[in-house]
């Protein structure tokens, strides 16, 4: 085996991890009606549950092997893990991100690892800063910690499964882990499947990033052609090794998840439950929305845990989340509309085309075409899905050119 429950449990006696809580969710129990659990792992050290592959890794390497320093490539919460570790172990660290991590993350990073720690940004993917870190390491001889694809690292991610059942008196029918590059997965399911053996493990990604599902269709991990990192603490392009190869033996499913239904669930667990949950730390929970659908399968099972793996958000990113999940409910809709140059053209569509529980939320006057007609894009909420059809009806009615942005559509992504 290339991590043994024997391993978990050691190193679950000497992390420097925080025991966090595995608390019912009310919210989810009641829509599904099964008993719904959530790991905290947004609660933990530098929020996110990171901090204990990093440590355990680190804690294993020789006096000689830790003062030539340690590198490692991070989206984010890695990074943080790895920075608190060197704290702790007085060690030289080297950390390499995308540059598209959130500043909250990378604020923390320095504020966690003080003068211990050297920040780059490297790239526009994890796999790309990873490429980075590894020239690094070649070239000063630092230990690379790897995020996921290395034993000791899954070990150490293993300790929240193993928190995980030493919380309960029974076990779950169903755990949901989120899946990035594997390592929490591979962890997770090695001592829980020990220890509860009946305990269906299902992995969830994004599906912009379904690098674990790809891997197990085609006998072992590929890298992925295309990569959306919205989700970005489990957007990686190509699986680890050994995170694969426990999946395949151990893990029961994996599903993916839309990230508008991820930032859904960010929504609902900040407004209903209080809890600051970054998108991969969602997806989880956001899984459960696939029952409804049947790509989750809760016939006969009463109880469900899910690990809310990070709440390292950036406050700045909420605006786009809110429009990812009302676009996702059905509540918000794009469209460009040819105007007539003349008087009252747009208090016509305002009074014949819109009704009551509709409103214009964006108005962008583009340029004129020609003399006659003028585009503009045109973002519309609605309170319900179900008023869609009716003003669809009233648009084809009102005898104006409108053409309607769907989802897939490249002009879509200029309003992100």
């Not at 320093?69 to 984010?76: E, F, K, L, P, Y």
């Not at 893990?251 to 970054?278: F, H």
Request: hydrophobic share 40%; charged share 20%.
């Amino acid at each position: 085996m290339i991590v043994t429950p024997e391993d978990v449990a050691r190193a679950a006696e000497r992390t420097i991890a925080t025991r966090t809580p595995l608390d019912a969710s009310q919210r989810l129990s009641e829509r599904y009606g099964i008993e719904v659990v959530l790991k905290r792992e947004d609660l933990q050290i530098a929020r996110s549950y990171k901090v204990r592959g990093a440590f355990h890794l680190m804690s294993g390497l020789s006096p000689d092997e830790l003062a030539r320093g340690v590198v490692c490539a991070s989206a984010g919460n890695h990074a943080q893990g790895v920075a608190i570790s060197c704290a702790r172990l007085g060690v030289r660290g080297h950390i390499v991100v995308p540059t598209n991590t959130p500043k909250q993350k990378r604020d923390r990073i320095l504020a966690l690892g003080g003068e211990a720690i050297t920040l780059s940004l490297v790239g526009k993917t994890y796999d790309e800063a990873s490429a980075a870190a590894h020239e690094i390491a070649d070239s000063t001889g630092a230990t690379y910690v790897a995020p996921f694809d290395d034993p000791r690292t899954i070990t150490g991610q293993g300790t929240v499964g193993f928190e995980i059942t030493h919380a309960r008196h029974e076990p779950l029918d169903v755990l949901i882990v989120p899946v990035g590059g594997g390592g929490l997965l591979g962890g997770v399911a090695t001592w829980v499947k020990h220890a509860w053996p009946s305990t269906r493990i299902i992995g969830v990604e994004p599906v912009g990033a379904a690098s674990m599902t790809a891997a197990l269709a085609a006998g072992g991990p590929v890298r992925l052609d295309q990569l959306d990192t919205f989700v970005d603490g489990a957007s990686v392009g190509q699986v680890g090794d050994a995170p694969y190869e426990i999946a395949r033996d151990l893990v029961d499913d994996v599903v993916a998840v839309e990230v508008g239904a991820v930032c859904s669930e960010m929504l609902e667990l900040y407004q209903t439950d209080g809890i600051i949950a970054e998108p991969a730390g969602a997806l989880a929970s956001a899984a459960l929305s696939l029952a409804e659908t049947g790509a989750i399968d809760l016939d006969g099972v009463t109880s469900v845990g899910a690990i809310v793996s990070g709440g390292n958000n950036d406050v700045m990113r909420y605006p786009e989340v809110v429009e990812r999940s009302l676009v996702h409910r059905g509540l918000r809709h794009y469209f460009l509309v040819s105007f007539p140059q003349e008087p009252g053209a747009l208090r016509g569509f305002l009074d014949h085309v819109l009704a009551e529980g509709e409103d214009i939320v964006v108005f962008d006057y583009i340029k004129k075409s020609n003399r006659e007609t003028g585009p503009a894009l045109i973002g519309i909420d609605l309170d319900s899905p179900e008023g869609l059809p009716g003003l669809l009806k009233r648009m084809d009615s009102s005898h104006l050119v409108i053409e309607t942005i769907p989802y897939d559509s490249p002009l879509f992504t200029f309003l992100h």
